[in-house]
């Protein structure tokens, strides 16, 4: 596992592409932006899109929030018709998708304290087009929500994602959506010092899918853990080694707080 490249590289995403957090007076929680979609996870106080997003209004064109009610993305879009928008409130935990517009910002995602919000549950998605190869020599076939190799050559088999969870939270879950038979596909959640370079053992799994186990989607409990992202860095690997009969669709994530 080319893990030296793996943290670097997450590191970077959790510093400035997907929500890096950093304390502001001791009580405050900032996201860094860039152009383009930037995963926030929101730990403000509940609030309509428009208010909970004030800091940066007129700097963003759209955001997403996952319901799994309904199994389906929520839509809030300033300046659309107002039966287009279907999120209407974000609350503490939300993990929500911004459309940035501008070339690079900051938005204050909500005072926290030197403790984490009590009293909630949020989930992650990450959809199959978030992962990338652990080999630059990988060929592989990816759209939206479906990744899969192209051949079943070892460059091929192995991907991986970044995640960003709320500080102090407890991961509980996680849900694959996969297809695949026999044992072709592979889906882990693991932890890694942030100071780790390729060290393989020191790389700690916390809740793994197989397709062996089941079909899709699965659910895997997760090991008892509280997300410290002052000293770790958190990621998905899946592994497609059925060629281009294995295929990964989405993952998600369930944590209290």
Same mark, same amino acid.
């Given at each position: ?34 152009? +383009?979609?930037?995963?926030? @996870?929101?730990?403000? *106080?509940?609030?309509? &899109?428009? =208010?909970? #997003? ?65 009293? +909630?549950?949020?989930?992650? @998605?990450?959809?199959? *087009?978030?992962?990338? &190869?652990? =080999?630059? #020599? ?78 899709? &989607? ?40």
């Amino acid at each position: 596992m080319r893990l030296r490249y793996l943290v670097a590289t997450l590191a970077m995403v959790a510093t400035v592409g997907f929500a890096a957090f950093a304390g502001r007076g001791g009580d405050a929680s900032a996201a860094q932006l860039l152009r +383009g979609w930037n995963n926030i @996870s929101y730990l403000g *106080s509940s609030a309509a &899109p428009a =208010s909970a #997003l004030n800091g940066i209004s007129g700097q963003y064109s759209a955001v997403y929030k996952w319901d799994p009610s309904t199994q389906a993305y929520q839509l809030y879009a300033p300046g659309v018709p107002g039966f287009v928008n279907t999120l209407t409130q974000i609350n503490p935990g939300d993990a929500i998708w911004v459309n940035y517009t501008q070339n690079q910002g900051e938005i204050n995602t909500g005072s926290v304290g030197n403790t984490a919000p009590t009293g +909630g549950s949020g989930k992650l @998605s990450i959809a199959a *087009s978030t992962f990338v &190869p652990m =080999s630059d #020599l990988a060929v592989y076939e990816k759209s939206f929500n479906q990744l899969n190799p192209v051949a079943n050559d070892v460059a091929s088999q192995r991907y991986y994602a970044p995640l960003n969870l709320p500080q102090g939270a407890t991961i509980t879950t996680m849900t694959a959506a996969f297809e695949g038979s026999g044992d072709t596909v592979k889906i882990r959640l693991d932890y890694t010092a942030i100071t780790n370079g390729d060290t393989s053992s020191a790389v700690y799994k916390l809740a793994e899918v197989l397709s062996s186990a089941g079909g899709s &989607p699965q659910t895997a409990t997760a090991f008892n853990h509280t997300v410290d992202n002052g000293a770790n860095v958190y990621f998905l690997v899946v592994d497609l080694t059925g060629g281009p009969a294995s295929k990964l669709r989405g993952v998600s994530v369930s944590y209290t707080y």
